[in-house]
C-alpha cells in the first residue's frame, strides 16, 4: 500500500507539470516553404532559386502564405521568435506584415518602407475566405527611419495561456531594436498558432529569402498537484505513526 501511495503522488506531481522549453523550431527558405506541408502558399509564388517571389499579385493586403506552427494542445504560456528575410521586388512602398494568429484573431509587426522606413505593430482579425486578408483595429511606430534596405526583421511576442493580450518583447531590423509594447488583443494559442505573411497593395512584389520561427513554452506546476503531493506525504507519515503504536 505504501509503495503504490508514493508511486499516485510522483505519477500526481509530474501530471501538473509541462515541460518547458523549446516546443517548435525550424527554419525554411523559400523553397523549403513552397514545398512543406504546412505551409499553405497564395497569390501563385515563383521560385527564383531559394527565393519565393510574388510579383502581379490580385487580392489587396491578401495573404502571401500561412504556415501552421502549432496544432490545437493545451498549452502553458508561449514566448515566440519570428526572423522573416525579403527582399523588395519593385521601387516605392512595399509593406510586408507578419502576422501570428488562432485563426481568428493576429498580431502583428510590419516592415513599413514609405516615410523613411519604420517597423510598425498590428492587432486585428483575419478575414478567412476566399483569401485571408487581415481586418486592422490600429497601429503602434515601433521603429522610424529605418531607410529603404530590407535586412531581416526579428520579432519576439508573448502569448499568454488562456487568452490574455499579448505582447511584443522586442522587435528589430539590424542594430535598430524596440522596446516592449502591449497589443489590445490575446490568441486563444489552445485552438493552434499560425503565421501568416500578408502583402499590401497589388502594386507591391516581395521576395521571400527564409523564414525562421521558434516558440518556447513556460514551465508551470500546478499548486493543486503540489498540494495532492503533499498530502501523500502526510499520509504516509500517518500510516507509519500508526504501525509503530
Known amino acids: 500500500m505504501k509503495k503504490a501511495l508514493v508511486t499516485s503522488c510522483i505519477a500526481l506531481l509530474m501530471s501538473g507539470s509541462a515541460n518547458a522549453g523549446t516546443i517548435f523550431s525550424q527554419s525554411l527558405t523559400g523553397a523549403g516553404l513552397?514545398?512543406?506541408?504546412?505551409?499553405t502558399t497564395y497569390e501563385s509564388p515563383v521560385l527564383n532559386g531559394s527565393r519565393l517571389d510574388y510579383t502581379s499579385r490580385s487580392v489587396s493586403q491578401g495573404a502571401l502564405l500561412r504556415w501552421d506552427i502549432l496544432g490545437a494542445s493545451s498549452y502553458n504560456d508561449l514566448t515566440v521568435n519570428v526572423q522573416v528575410n525579403h527582399d523588395v521586388l519593385n521601387a516605392g512602398d512595399n509593406d510586408l506584415y507578419f502576422a501570428l494568429s488562432d485563426g481568428v484573431n493576429f498580431v502583428a509587426a510590419s516592415r513599413v518602407d514609405n516615410?523613411?522606413?519604420?517597423?510598425?505593430?498590428?492587432?486585428?482579425a483575419v478575414n478567412a475566405t476566399p483569401t485571408p486578408t487581415p481586418a486592422f483595429d490600429g497601429f503602434i511606430?515601433?521603429?522610424s527611419s529605418l531607410g529603404p534596405a530590407n535586412p531581416p526583421v526579428d520579432f519576439s511576442v508573448l502569448l499568454p495561456s488562456g487568452g490574455a493580450d499579448a505582447t511584443l518583447l522586442s522587435a528589430s531590423e539590424g542594430a535598430a531594436t524596440s522596446g516592449s509594447f502591449a497589443y489590445d488583443r490575446g490568441l486563444n494559442t489552445n485552438n493552434g498558432l499560425q503565421l501568416y505573411?500578408?502583402?499590401d497593395g497589388i502594386s507591391e512584389d516581395y521576395g521571400i529569402n527564409s523564414i525562421t520561427v521558434s516558440v518556447d513554452e513556460a514551465d508551470?506546476?500546478?499548486p493543486g498537484a503540489l498540494a495532492v503531493f503533499g498530502l501523500g506525504l502526510f499520509a504516509l507519515g500517518y500510516i507509519r505513526r500508526r504501525r509503530s503504536v
Open 34 to 39: 513552397l514545398s512543406d506541408g504546412n505551409v
Open 197 to 199: 505573411l500578408f502583402g
Open 115 to 124: 516615410g523613411g522606413g519604420g517597423i510598425f505593430l498590428y492587432d486585428g
Open 141 to 143: 511606430n515601433a521603429l
Open 220 to 222: 508551470v506546476s500546478e
